[in-house]
């Protein structure tokens, strides 16, 4: 398959956790152990998918959604495989900055306000060649209110969006289509969902200015 999108000139990436098990996901590291037991299933994992020649791959924090272990070791398992990919594949790791709220990266700060820092926003600490994909969910645009997850809106999001381009390579990666509800037979029948993709780039390129406007994917 990959070799047929290669052949039409598309990239093609796979999303693997690290350590997520939500939903059956396959993982990157199948056991927890001494450090340097994690890092060789890290890098034995990522050349068992790296076999069929993604372009680059993606990664989710925590043990679920709303779950997740410490800081520390959250940060060193992205780190051995940021440098793994980079080393043996010359291929990029992408991680996810999921919008579920009420966690926090015990031991890190924001440093933009010195406060604790929210847990999906631990990949600023991260080495720099990881990038990040700013995921937020439903049809709501990053300026509409937006009751779930613990949130009043996106705004926060669309912040860390703008700061975190000051120091590595962004993907804007919205939910277009809500995979679980209602609008899971016809996303591109809602004309909400497009208007709303479509005013959120907009928003995101005034804010940006200068800087160079990022990648953009789709759920």
């Known amino acids: 398959l990959t070799a047929r999108a290669h052949a039409f000139g598309v990239l093609v990436g796979l999303d693997v956790p690290i350590a997520l098990d939500q ?7 199948t056991k927890t152990g001494s450090f340097d037991e994690e890092m060789a299933s890290i890098q034995r994992s990522i050349d068992y998918v790296m076999q069929a020649s993604f372009d680059h791959l993606g990664t989710e924090l925590g043990f679920s959604e709303f779950t997740h ?7 060193d398992w992205i780190n051995v495989a940021v440098d793994h990919l980079a080393s043996a594949f010359n291929r ?4 996810k900055v999921h919008c579920s709220n009420d966690q926090v990266a015990k031991g890190f700060v924001d440093p933009r306000t010195g406060e604790p820092l ?3 926003f ?26 779930l997850y613990h949130n009043a809106n996106f705004t926060y999001m669309l912040d860390f969006l703008v700061f975190e381009s000051a120091f590595r390579k962004i993907v804007w990666y919205p939910e277009t289509a809500y995979w679980v509800n209602s609008d899971i037979n016809v996303p591109l029948g809602l004309p909400v969902c497009g208007a709303r993709r479509v005013d959120d780039m907009h928003l995101i390129w005034s804010r940006l200015a200068a800087l160079s406007a990022p990648s953009r994917a789709n759920f």
């Open 23 to 29: 939903q059956n996901a396959f993982r990157l590291l």
């Open 69 to 75: 272990p410490s800081a520390e070791q959250m940060l």
């Open 92 to 95: 990029r790791l992408y991680a």
């Open 118 to 120: 929210n847990f999906n």
């Open 122 to 147: 631990l990949p600023h600490y991260a080495d720099p060649r990881l990038g990040v994909m700013i995921h937020t969910v439903q049809m709501y645009g990053l300026e509409d209110p937006a009751p």
